[in-house]
């Protein structure tokens, strides 16, 4: 069910000028990617992947829209290789919207396992990472899609269980 | 015909067009042999030139060739699925099938045994397929490019490298100088 921050995340981007998005979807995101899949604004092809989506974007930057990932933190343990010699080597700019799974409120024991994994990942790589753990953080937002355009890096937002239940 | 004498008979035929070439030594022989501001070099990552390649066709509306190779398909056989379900008129996905790993030592790949490539991407939905050998590359590429629907080209040619040096530009250039030309041809 899309709720008020769902629509929130969405307008951020398209006033960021995000005119592509590539999804590899988690059930904490799926009101995020329902409201993006209506927007005209942006150009939503989802991947079946998050190293094919990330390869998408690439190119999408290179042909003039701005991308961005949303995908689940499990994946950071796929896309390490594809983060330090495309996005990172060739400088482009990819805000990854990530669910946080496994971290309090979690039913899945072993998204756990990935969990205590992401930061470090995060970190290795000297990815900026922002950690929304509050509904309202999602305040930062735009400031972050900013930031992300700027210093032309990947930057990672990491949204919890407790972000999602919190969020209006 | 091995790839960098495929590769060098395309060359009248890419000479103005945007191309997305695959990692190692596809995208060393092509800066080699035509070296052009309108070429993406991979340096790295494999399986993601018809991803990149994709993206860019999605984002713009200029023709985009993606060079890929059998090995790299393989290691991103998800992408036709991907291509097959976002057709766009612009992009033209040249796969140079030489049944083999040319960049680490000629090492076998299983599109060179049992797995056609070709069938793969009719059965993921890919509409226009075409399948020829080497020699034939260019005048396929050239029809693709005449027409006006998303063409897959899965070209055979012989397993087989020639001494090439690796590519020293930077990537930020490499991908600069291909921005600006992606913008200029949109502009004009």
Not at chain 1, 52 to 68: D, I, Q, S, T, V
Not at chain 2, 148 to 163: H, R
Request: overall charge negative; hydrophobic content about 40%.
């Amino acid at each position: 069910m899309v709720k008020e921050v769902d629509r929130r995340i969405v307008d951020d981007l398209v006033a960021n000028d995000i005119g592509f998005v590539t999804t590899v979807p988690c059930k904490q995101l799926a009101g995020v990617i329902e409201v993006l899949q209506g927007r005209d604004e942006i150009l939503h092809v989802p991947s079946n992947k998050e190293d094919e989506g990330m390869g998408l974007c690439a190119g999408a930057y290179m042909g003039g829209k701005r991308p961005c990932i949303i995908m689940q933190n499990t994946a950071i343990g796929v896309v390490v290789n594809t983060l330090a010699t495309l996005i990172q080597y060739y400088q482009i700019p990819l805000p990854m919207l990530i669910s946080y799974r496994g971290e309090v409120g979690e039913k899945v024991a072993c998204q756990v396992e990935m969990a205590v994994h992401t930061k470090a990942i995060l970190q290795q790589l000297g990815i900026p990472t922002y950690h929304f753990h509050h509904g309202e953080q999602v305040e930062e937002l735009d400031g972050i899609l900013k930031h992300t355009a700027m210093c032309k890096k990947p930057t990672a937002i990491l949204t919890d269980a407790n972000f999602w239940s919190t969020a209006q | 015909m091995i790839r960098s004498q495929l590769l060098k008979s395309i060359l009248p035929v890419i000479a103005d067009q945007l191309v997305v070439c695959n990692i190692g030594l596809p995208s060393q022989e092509l800066f080699m042999l035509g070296d052009q501001p309108n070429n993406f070099y991979m340096l790295g990552t494999m399986g993601l030139s018809s991803s990149i390649g994709l993206g860019v066709a999605l984002a713009q509306t200029e023709k985009v060739i993606a060079i890929d190779g059998d090995g790299s398909v393989l290691t991103n056989l998800a992408t036709l699925a991907t291509i097959a379900n976002n057709p766009r008129p612009n992009y033209i996905l040249l796969i140079v099938d030489n049944g083999s790993y040319g960049s680490t030592g000629d090492q076998p790949t299983y599109a060179g045994r049992k797995t056609s490539l070709a069938a793969v991407a009719r059965a993921c939905g890919c509409e226009n397929v075409v399948e020829c050998e080497a020699a034939e590359t260019a005048d396929a590429l050239q029809t693709a490019l005449d027409g006006d629907q998303m063409t897959v080209i899965v070209a055979k040619c012989d397993s087989g490298n020639i001494d090439v040096p690796v590519i020293e530009m930077s990537p930020i250039t490499i991908r600069e100088r291909f921005m600006g030309e992606v913008r200029r041809r949109n502009e004009s």
